[in-house]
């Protein structure tokens, strides 16, 4: 953005890592949020060809970044309901129910009410197909347990992924203020020696 006045550049930049910031709530309803922040990280090079600090290696390790959250959130769903016993089909209905929970519910509490709908959909999901398979309450209750927290950290996980492909993005955009320079005409003779071995020190 070398091209805009530094305010506006300023304001854009701002601009656009708010809108990152509320693309990446909808880790909580179980969407794809942190893939979309990469495809509008995307759009925005693509507005600015001249960016040259969005590199291949930015990219690199925003997909990695991405996959990562992507690996933890499913991971931790699994590992955490097996530990506590939940079956196959258990951890899928609960993974289905943390969905459907989180979008039920998302209108209330000004939207973290999809938290506690993907929770309980956890929860619920994996118990009715434990109970459902024919397992005592006790152990449906436990693996019910496990698929909820599996839940939580799994998605606590995912936000911290699109939490550093966000910071990422911020200091690679934000625009870098110009020094200004005085005339060399303006300085006098010790002033320019201090200003010549400073620039040769750094």
């Known amino acids: 953005m070398d091209f805009l006045p530094f305010p506006i550049a300023y304001l854009l ?3 656009f890592v708010t809108l990152l910031c509320f693309v990446l709530l909808l880790n909580v309803f179980g969407l ?8 509008l990280v995307a759009l925005w ?4 060809p001249g960016a040259a600090n969005l590199d291949v ?3 690199v390790m925003m997909v990695g970044l991405a996959l990562i959250g992507e690996a933890l959130e499913l991971g931790m769903q699994i590992l955490k309901a097996k530990r506590y016993g939940s079956s196959s089909s258990g951890t899928f209905a609960g993974m289905i129910g943390a969905i459907a929970g989180a979008i039920l519910l998302a209108p209330l509490f000004f939207g973290l009410g999809a938290l506690i709908g993907a929770l309980a959909g956890a929860w619920i999901g994996c118990f ?8 005592p309450v006790k152990e449906a209750l436990d693996a019910a347990f496990g698929a909820m927290m599996g839940r939580f950290l ?15 993005t911020a200091h690679r955009i934000w625009p870098k203020p110009v020094p200004a320079s005085l005339p060399p005409d303006s300085l006098d003779g010790p002033a320019q020696l201090v200003l010549s071995v400073l620039h040769h020190l750094c």
């Open 154 to 168: 799994g998605t606590v996980c995912k936000c911290g992924a699109g939490g550093a492909m966000l910071a990422l």
């Open 13 to 15: 930049a701002g601009a």
């Open 32 to 39: 794809p949020a942190n893939w979309i922040v990469l495809g």
């Open 57 to 59: 290696w930015f990219w």
């Open 45 to 48: 090079k693509m507005v600015h």
């Open 128 to 135: 009715l197909m434990e109970l459902v398979k024919g397992r």
